[in-house]
């Protein structure tokens, strides 16, 4: 494994709590963008020899996290003209220590598992719980349906590092099949948006809550 | 193999294209009912070629990936479950067309016919299936697309409370099933029944854990008491031709579980008692239910609870007699089990679609609203008739072959088993033949009421008979059912390889040593028609001139009515008064008050004791308590992912806390 993919794990750590700290929605896109780009850098970093099929993960990664999703959401922002995520259920202080909090429990947990010997000094399987808990943190905490949006974002780049470990055994199309999902997920949620906005006049999903039976 | 693949490719595709045709009714179940009768008469071959002697078949369907192969495969145990399945399939899909298109333009009938093909396609895959997991999933399909035909008639509230009980009963027995193959596969690390069969011997606790779990998952399809509630229900409410099938086979699946169950399991001493016990119980409460049913469906549904408990009293015999190691008790209670269940498919076959054609004619199955029928539905009264004798046991039609080897059986049991075990033998004889007279009585109530007498309502006076196409497969199944009488040696030869799968081959070899006895008793049988036959030419000739019509002595009141007759709750209330008063039908008497003369009422109502006194309470007990919960459901979306949050972290911190996972 490269030496650099540790360096670049603690920076998608840094970037979750840049997610979880701000309230601004412009720089938690740009975060979730970054997050995108570093780990289409970590595909091609992690092994050693560099293949066809690595490249290929590396660039539909970063341009679907980084360029495409992103450039949605921010459009959804500007068509919706709303700038910052307004009372959060958990205030940005809590929320960042929650997930400090779950970072470590996350570094302690991996601790325990009985991991291949290549993985088991790295930060991958950490770095990949920690992420998940922390989108999972935003989709519990944050109100507005872009921030949601995000919080499954980032909840599905906890899932891709986790899938890193297993790089050379997944098959190229099984990586490709998890994309095009999370694309079609991210899409059918664009399109929700633009309902909730107009039904609702707001993007404020606990107004959903009207829906129940 | 192949014939039985082309039955379900074939029931499918005409299934799909009746829903296709759906715009013109007479096509669409028309296509459907081809379809069906030509898959039925593709997959009878393989099926009576297996049961008479040939090979087993086997074939490898699909790879599952995780699941392992799904294989499908016919041995005698499949094909002694496959023909009756077939063969009343094929009979109650060229029945139904004619039923169903009464309801032409009221009701789309491609849906129908295409449920009706998946219900059939769906059993011959659960009696083929050779691995758990496409065994549950063709109890399911089966199961839903029962549920699909039951709920025909959803505009009537009774109808959809039906399919309702019903689809709650299939899947908490599906529950125990997943549990029983689960616990299986942990045992046998395999899902394929061939793994199950070579898994190294299993201790006792576990068996009977298993046994259990198969009484129970399967007893809800088959109809144990007290996992029943859902028969009548659903028998009641569904098309006839769908009530016959699925008194006549999808319950006998129930069955066909439960002993492909027990293949895999090391035979115990206990288990021959603990099934006469279920099928005693069984047996009497479904016929007492049965005599004061109002519905004429209802009472052919709790008699089918009987009959069950009937073959689950000759398997008890027979598995009994196996573990004893006593051969000729064991061979009679099989036989007696295994051509009781025939017999049943062929006489509950006739009944239900009798029962369906008088419904049909007369537009009620309320038999205080029938009356008469024996002179406007000829056709009809006869096959209820026939069905009526042959469903009591008595000679010369089939029930009585099957009845009589179950006796023998328990007698035999009696004189063998020595001790209690004797005494329990001996002791069901005399259950068995009080539920034999009761069945008499039950079915002589049920057809007198309907037949004979003047019509109770308006609708039953101007009942008409059914055309051909429902008369025709009545007579097919009561001439079977006299076949049957008559070749029971024939029969019983068919059964041999069933047997011997089951019970071993010692008990097979004192099967076929009874044969030639039962072949004596076709031809006793035989004599007896002619000798009917004889008495009934004799006494045409005798009473040759028409009886003339006059009216009955009416104690001086000059306008008597139909509705004055003996009613069938007056029939049956002579029994009812002597049962505990748990069991009685409920009488609810609005009885007038005041001093002026008001409005006023009394009512009974036949619903099942155990939904009425156990079940609803214990439910409605338990929703109570399940309401205080009902706060955790907010609508709120973070809040039900809040919930997830917080079990992923708290089974992280488990697993983390309790050493972490093995590696």
């Not at chain 1, 959401?73 to 400090?100: F, H, K, Q, T």
């Not at chain 2, 016919?74 to 399945?85: M, N």
């Not at chain 2, 065994?135 to 839903?144: G, K, P, R, Y």
């Not at chain 2, 706060?631 to 708290?650: A, E, R, S, T």
Request: with cysteine; aromatic share 10%; hydrophobic share 55%.
């Amino acid at each position: 494994m490269h030496a650099a993919v540790d360096p670049l794990l603690v920076l998608v750590l840094l970037l979750n709590f840049q997610l979880l700290g701000t309230s601004r929605l412009r720089s938690v896109i740009f975060s979730s963008a970054a997050q995108g780009v570093l780990l289409g850098v970590m595909a091609l970093l992690v092994h050693a020899e560099v293949t066809a099929a690595s490249v290929l993960v590396m660039v539909s990664t970063a341009v679907v996290k980084g360029l495409f999703i992103p450039g949605m959401l921010l459009r959804a922002m500007r068509d919706n003209a709303i700038r910052r995520e307004v009372e959060p259920r958990i205030g940005y202080l809590p929320s960042l220590v929650l997930g400090a909090a779950g970072t470590g429990a996350a570094l302690l947990f991996a601790g325990t598992l009985p991991l291949a010997a290549e993985h088991a000094g790295s930060l991958l399987v950490p770095a990949s719980l920690a992420t998940v808990l922390a989108g999972f943190l935003v989709l519990v905490t944050r109100r507005k349906a872009i921030t949601q949006v995000v919080g499954y974002l980032v909840l599905e780049n906890g899932i891709f590092i986790m899938g890193l470990t297993l790089l050379e055994a997944m098959p190229l199309l099984v990586e490709m099949g998890v994309l095009l999902d999370l694309f079609v997920g991210i899409f059918v949620m664009g399109i929700i948006i633009n309902h909730i906005t107009r039904e609702f006049s707001s993007m404020d999903t606990a107004r959903l809550s009207a829906l129940k039976d | 193999m192949t014939g039985l693949s082309l039955a379900v490719g074939l029931l499918g595709l005409s299934g799909l294209a009746a829903v296709f045709l759906n715009g013109s009714p007479r096509l669409a179940t028309g296509v459907a009912a081809l379809g069906a009768v030509a898959a039925c008469a593709a997959g009878l071959w393989p099926a009576v070629s297996v049961l008479t002697g040939g090979p087993p078949l086997a074939m490898k369907w699909v790879s599952a990936g995780a699941f392992g192969d799904f294989e499908l495969g016919v041995d005698p145990l499949s094909a002694f479950f496959l023909v009756p399945l077939l063969g009343l399939g094929g009979v109650t899909a060229a029945y139904g067309r004619e039923y169903l298109l009464a309801y032409q333009g009221r009701k789309w009938l491609g849906p129908p016919a295409l449920f009706f093909n998946l219900l059939v396609a769906s059993m011959v895959v659960v009696l083929t299936a050779r691995t758990a997991v496409l065994f549950l999933i063709a109890w399911e399909v089966m199961s839903l697309s029962a549920y699909l035909l039951v709920s025909f008639d959803d505009e009537l509230p009774e109808v959809r409370r039906a399919g309702w009980v019903f689809l709650i009963c299939a899947h908490l027995g599906l529950a125990c099933l997943t549990a029983l193959f689960l616990l299986l596969d942990q045992h046998a690390h395999g899902l394929s029944f061939s793994a199950f069969l070579s898994a190294p011997p299993m201790g006792a606790g576990l068996s009977a854990g298993l046994f259990a779990l198969a009484v129970v998952g399967f007893g809800v399809k088959a109809g144990f008491v007290p996992v029943h509630v859902w028969l009548p229900e659903a028998h009641a409410a569904a098309p006839s031709h769908v009530s016959a099938l699925m008194s006549g086979v999808l319950i006998k699946l129930g069955l066909y579980g439960l002993l492909r169950t027990l293949t895999f399991l090391p035979r115990a001493d206990w288990w021959g008692p603990t099934l006469i016990v279920v099928g005693l119980s069984g047996a009497l409460f479904g016929i007492t239910l049965a005599l004061y049913q109002r519905d004429l469906k209802r009472v052919l549904a709790y008699s089918s609870i009987e009959n069950v408990g009937l073959v689950t009293v000759g398997l008890g015999i027979a598995f009994w007699g196996a573990s004893r190691n006593l051969p000729a008790v064991a061979a009679l209670g099989a036989l007696g089990a295994l051509l009781h269940l025939w017999n049943h498919v062929l006489m509950k076959g006739l009944l239900f679609l009798a029962a369906g054609s008088g419904v049909h004619g007369a537009g009620t199955r309320d038999l205080e609203r029938l009356g008469g029928l024996v002179k406007r539905m000829p056709h009809t009264a006869a096959a209820l008739l026939v069905g009526s004798v042959a469903i009591a046991g008595l000679p010369p039609l089939n029930g009585f072959v099957s009845e009589w080897l179950l006796y023998r059986g328990l007698i035999g049991g009696g004189s063998a088993f020595g001790g209690a075990g004797g005494v329990l033998s001996l002791l069901s004889v005399g259950v068995v033949s009080g539920v034999g007279g009761l069945t008499a009585l039950c079915f002589m109530r049920a057809s007198g009421v309907a037949l004979l007498g003047q019509a109770r309502s308006d609708a039953a006076a101007q009942a008409h008979e059914s055309s051909a196409w429902m008369t025709g497969p009545m007579w097919l199944l009561a001439a079977l059912a006299g076949a049957a009488a008559l070749f029971p040696g024939r029969l019983a030869a068919a059964l041999a390889g069933t047997i011997g799968q089951l019970f071993g081959a010692t008990v097979r070899a004192s099967a076929t040593a009874e044969l030639s006895g039962l072949t004596r008793l076709g031809e006793v049988g035989f004599w007896l028609w002619v000798a009917l036959g004889a008495a009934w030419v004799a006494l045409a000739w005798l009473v040759r001139a028409p009886a003339p019509e006059v009216g009955t002595w009416d104690c001086g009141y000059a306008a008597p009515t139909s509705r004055m007759q003996y009613t069938a709750r007056s029939f049956s209330q002579l029994f009812e008064d002597l049962l505990p008063s748990a069991l009685r039908a409920r009488a609810v008497l609005r009885a007038p008050r005041s001093y002026f003369p008001p409005a006023g009422s009394y009512a009974t109502q036949c619903d099942d004791p155990l939904t009425r006194g156990l079940y609803l309470p214990f439910i409605a007990s338990w929703a109570d308590r399940f309401a205080r919960l009902r706060w955790l459901q907010q609508g709120h979306l973070h809040m039900y992912l809040l919930y997830i949050l917080v079990v992923v972290v708290l089974a992280l911190a488990w697993v983390g806390w309790t050493g972490g996972v093995p590696p």
